[in-house]
């Protein structure tokens, strides 16, 4: 059988059309999530990538970042080896969409979410927020998926109607997107087999931030003399909110 061959600016050798045995699972060095074929690589160096991860194109303009392009890297270039996602809020260590002059990356899966979306939770549109729809810098908002804090600098998928948000990235192995009324498509299919994964390590995270939180919280009651308040933001709505 002849194997279609690439070079890719990222390695050094020529990278192979490889198709996984049964059972195997190898993680992307581009986007760190479990390998599906179809993928390329090199077996000597351990070095594999998605076919879509192998495809993704060297700059990008995107519309959380008009001011510049952003350019495609194969590792990080900041000191610590590792960036944070201006999108999600986690770490990286491998490709980033980065703008040096910003210091601004995105992991190549948040760079390619769609600003709409479907997914089973909810009955609705979620559209893609660059940043908190609190505008009360008071409010937390919490994830409907997965119930922890959401950062106000990173994505949410929100339907204003509902009140209804989440995590960008709790909502990737939940995409059901409609195309034509009934198809289901995902550009980044592969990132449902990581989902759960991706899930754990949010919940984890935040259920820490929750704790201290509320630590903070008891501590400022007891020295202030005054009570904690946690309520919904107006009668007509399902979220609850944690106000400091």
């Not at 059972?23 to 581009?30: K, L, R, T, V």
């Not at 994830?143 to 009140?163: A, I, K, L, Q």
Request: charged share 20%; glycine share 4%.
């Amino acid at each position: 059988m002849k194997f279609q061959e690439n070079q890719h600016f990222s390695h050094k050798h020529i990278l192979n059309a490889l198709k996984l045995d049964i059972g195997e699972e190898i993680d992307c060095n581009a986007c760190e999530n479990p390998i599906t074929d179809p993928l390329h690589g090199c077996n000597s160096c351990h070095y594999y990538l998605h076919d879509e991860c192998l495809n993704t194109p060297r700059s990008l303009q995107h519309i959380c970042h008009p001011s510049h392009p952003l350019t495609l890297l194969p590792n990080p270039t900041y000191s610590s080896r590792s960036f944070s996602c201006n999108g999600c809020g986690s770490e990286g260590n491998a490709f980033s969409f980065s703008c040096a002059h910003c210091e601004f990356d995105l992991h190549i899966y948040c760079a390619k979410l769609p600003v709409k979306i479907f997914i089973d939770k909810h009955p609705h549109e979620l559209k893609l927020l660059f940043n908190s729809p609190c505008k009360d810098e008071n409010v937390v908002f919490v994830c409907d998926v997965c119930h922890g804090t959401v950062n106000r600098d990173n994505w949410v998928y929100y339907c204003s109607h509902c009140d209804f948000g989440t995590h960008s990235n709790c909502t990737t192995g939940y995409v059901t997107r409609k195309e034509e009324g009934n198809s289901s498509q995902s550009g980044n299919e592969y990132l449902m087999e990581s989902t759960a994964r991706k899930v754990e390590q949010i919940e984890a995270y935040n259920k820490a931030q929750e704790k201290l939180m509320a630590a903070t919280l008891k501590a400022q009651i007891q020295a202030e003399g005054s009570r904690a308040v946690l309520d919904l933001v107006d009668s007509g709505s399902h979220r609850k909110y944690y106000y400091y």
